[in-house]
């Protein structure tokens, strides 16, 4: 999720390796905007928040361990979830870093495989370790005997966040084709798209197939992150504050015919996976209130602390968002074994509990960043292979999340993600810096 952190070439004398090695080098970071990288700390510290509301596991007033989801509960949940839903602004942010990486790349000779080839190791290298967990722990469920079906319900509720990795690896490949969209013809991409997005929701909820909305993770994220594109490009930047206050109460107030006259659920979890039309409503609000914001997070941003903070927490971005419902779990089952630490879920002594459990996820979490933390940072590798092998290795680190988003996890798909993203990883790694002819060097650079 740290877009903008720097990957450094290692320098060889041949020509072709020392392009490579400029081409994917660290991105201009002149015209980096910090107030996006505090939204997408924002972003992620909030859905660590929203998962410990949801999990609840304690004991019950007869003594016995209780699990269920108290946030769901609340009769508030739903309205809420219209400004909680902040996965839309990540995509928004991560579009407007993706254009910047882009541009930044290109002008320094870079091409279509150097960028997607960086991104999809950013990507499969830590989810590597997550899969390889999984591998042991449900395994050794197995063997020692543990309840199948209680494993299962831990494993599903604590591997739901992987379904990021398939829709951000499929924008992130995807990059070069709908920037050169972009900058073609950047109002009929929109239109495009949202025309897309519109008849696959339509079929989906006039055929009853909900299969048919896994469309949108196309249409639905590729144009929330088009809305990047035009941030980035300075359009909300020239809107008046009050035109943006006015898109942003059009986008929310377009919510109330979706959701009460519409096929569409009032709570925006539901309209998460598949991703549905709401989503894109709710990214043109969250876009236009980052930019009113701009001014005083920029103010914030300023200061040391500040930056030390989303610092800290920016380079362990993908390490908090994919470990901390394990970590979640794994502390809620040892909370189990201490004398009242575990009050019945849903109760006010449980409710003043999660403070105390944020900060020990969070703790627990930062610890774990310097075992699998390393999978995050960006490493060194040779020049890119060739496009048909950084396509294959694309496809190879979207199966695995994707299976787990449709089908859940369990041990074969642990298995075989693990495989997957292994060959993926290694496909992307080091790729041998041979001299080719001048008509296969061509070829090799091409996008």
């Not at 509720?157 to 379904?163: D, E, I, K």
């Not at 048909?388 to 993600?417: K, N, Q």
Request: glycine share 6%; net charge positive.
């Amino acid at each position: 999720m740290s877009d903008d952190a720097a990957i450094r070439m290692p320098v060889t004398p041949t020509r072709e390796s020392s392009r490579a090695a400029s081409a994917t080098s660290s991105i201009d970071l002149s015209k980096r905007d910090l107030t996006l990288d505090l939204a997408r700390v924002f972003c992620v510290l909030l859905v660590v928040v929203i998962h410990l509301l949801m999990v609840g596991v304690g004991f019950g007033p007869d003594g016995a361990v209780e699990v269920s989801r108290p946030l769901e509960a609340q009769w508030w949940f739903a309205p809420v979830t219209w400004a909680g839903q902040i996965m839309p602004l990540f995509f928004v942010v991560g579009g407007f870093a993706a254009i910047t990486a882009w541009r930044s790349l290109t002008r320094r000779g870079g091409t279509a495989g150097d960028y997607v080839r960086n991104r999809v190791l950013r990507l499969a290298q830590p989810a590597l370790p997550l899969f390889l967990f999984y591998v042991v722990v449900i395994g050794g469920a197995r063997v020692i005997g543990i309840d199948p079906q209680l494993v299962d319900v831990a494993v599903v509720g604590a591997a739901s966040p992987l379904w990021f990795l398939a829709a951000y690896t499929l924008c992130q490949a995807l990059v070069p084709l709908m920037v050169s969209w972009h900058l073609r013809a950047p109002r009929a991409t929109l239109m495009v798209l949202l025309a897309g997005a519109v008849v696959v929701d339509a079929l989906r909820y006039g055929t009853g197939v909900e299969e048919i909305g896994l469309a949108n993770l196309f249409f639905v994220w590729l144009l929330v992150q088009q809305l990047g594109f035009w941030y980035a490009d300075g359009w909300f930047a020239a809107r008046r504050w009050w035109t943006l206050v006015a898109i942003a109460a059009v986008a929310y107030a377009s919510l109330v015919p979706m959701t009460v006259w519409g096929p569409y659920s009032d709570d925006m979890l539901t309209n998460l996976n598949p991703p549905t039309l709401p989503l894109v409503a709710l990214a043109v609000a969250q876009a236009c209130i980052l930019k009113l914001l701009r001014p005083a997070l920029a103010k914030l941003m300023n200061t040391h602390a500040a930056r030390a903070f989303v610092f800290v927490i920016g380079t362990r971005l993908m390490t908090i968002y994919l470990w901390h419902l394990p970590v979640i779990l794994i502390l809620s089952g040892v909370a189990l074994l201490i004398p009242g630490a575990s009050p019945a879920p849903a109760s006010l002594a449980w409710w003043w509990t999660r403070p105390v459990m944020f900060v020990l996820v969070m703790a627990a979490v930062f610890g774990l960043s310097f075992l699998v933390g390393r999978f995050e940072a960006p490493r060194e590798v040779g020049v890119t292979p060739p496009t048909g092998v950084v396509a294959l290795a694309t496809v190879l680190a979207f199966v695995p999340p994707f299976l787990v988003m449709e089908f859940f996890m369990d041990l074969p798909i642990a298995i075989i993600g693990s495989v997957l993203l292994s060959a993926a990883i290694l496909l992307l790694g080091r790729w041998p810096a041979t001299r080719p002819s001048p008509s296969s060097r061509s070829a090799a650079f091409s996008s």
